[in-house]
């Protein structure tokens, strides 16, 4: 008999003694000692699974890591497109001497801090910190929990061409589809050209009517003031004011306020 009970491993000899109870906590712990393979950031407590196994009664059981959370917000930073940009521009590196600087700002954050589906429009000179507080508001839109998408309006405007002409009618459908319905979208340097083409107006309306209809939270910002955009299209001014209320902006254009050229 002693010969035979030397030939058992010794854990697996352990094993037999324990309880039923210990055994569940053994292959609980095995559990969450395997790793997994999601990689935004690194869980000590889930080893980057995303779920703990626990221990529920006589059963095991499984919950959602409190990293999740993180890994979703990390998710959303990355499909946003404003990862890099929201760097630099926050509302706190926002220097607001003079008082249309504070007007800006105030705007901004209040716009930011609401639970609205308004838009906001901010439009006028150069360098006057458009991109820098639409970049912050959208952010801090983000981190309380709505999806974002960040888009320079010529970027949009040249792939969406580029796939009309080259690419299937379905493609095409998908990238305007993007901006259609993103919960919350944000249209950098919109219609900026001297002359905007018609083609370009007309996709501006499809994506923007649709928004428009759908209450859909908008905020864009352009080197052209509200009034100039009216000189190009009457439809969308009227509805991109209609719809920013209180949440619209106009710079004059004055050098002074170009903060790249030291102003401001
Ligand atoms: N009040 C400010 N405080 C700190 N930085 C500012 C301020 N205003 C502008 N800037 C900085 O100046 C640069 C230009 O600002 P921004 O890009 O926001 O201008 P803009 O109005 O969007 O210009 P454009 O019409 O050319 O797109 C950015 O680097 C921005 O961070
Ligand atoms: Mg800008
Ligand atoms: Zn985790």
């Given at each position: 008999m002693e010969a035979i009970a030397n030939l058992i491993p010794r854990s697996l000899a352990a094993e037999d003694n324990l309880t039923p109870a210990e055994k569940l906590q053994l292959q609980c712990d095995a559990e969450n000692a395997v790793k997994g393979e999601m990689y935004s950031l690194d869980c000590p407590l889930c080893n980057n699974k995303g779920v703990i196994t626990y221990v529920d009664g006589d059963t095991l059981s499984t919950k959602e890591c409190e990293c999740m959370k993180q890994r979703r917000f990390i998710s959303k930073i990355k499909t946003s497109g404003l990862e890099s940009l929201s760097q630099r521009y926050k509302f706190r590196s926002f220097?607001?001497?003079k008082p249309y600087q504070k007007e800006m700002l105030t705007l901004a954050y209040e716009y930011a801090m609401s639970d609205t589906n308004e838009w906001m429009f901010m439009g006028g000179q150069?360098?006057?910190g458009k991109s820098h507080l639409c970049v912050a508001a959208a952010m801090k839109i983000l981190k309380r929990g709505k999806a974002v998408r960040y888009f320079v309006w010529d970027d949009v405007y040249t792939d969406i061409a580029l796939h009309t002409s080259i690419g299937t009618a379905d493609e095409r459908e998908e990238m305007v589809e993007a901006l259609r319905n993103v919960e919350v979208l944000y249209i950098d340097?919109?219609?900026?050209?001297k002359q905007p083409k018609e083609a370009e107006v007309k996709l501006a309306s499809e994506i923007l009517k649709y928004r428009y209809n759908k209450n859909l939270r908008t905020i864009i910002s352009s080197e052209k003031t509200l009034d100039e955009l009216y000189q190009i299209t009457r439809g969308l001014a009227g509805r991109i004011s209609e719809k920013s209320g209180k949440f619209l902006y106009n710079i004059d254009h004055?050098?002074?306020?170009d903060y790249r050229l030291g102003g401001g």
């Open positions: 220097n607001a001497q150069c360098g006057s340097d919109f219609l900026c050209q004055d050098i002074k306020k």
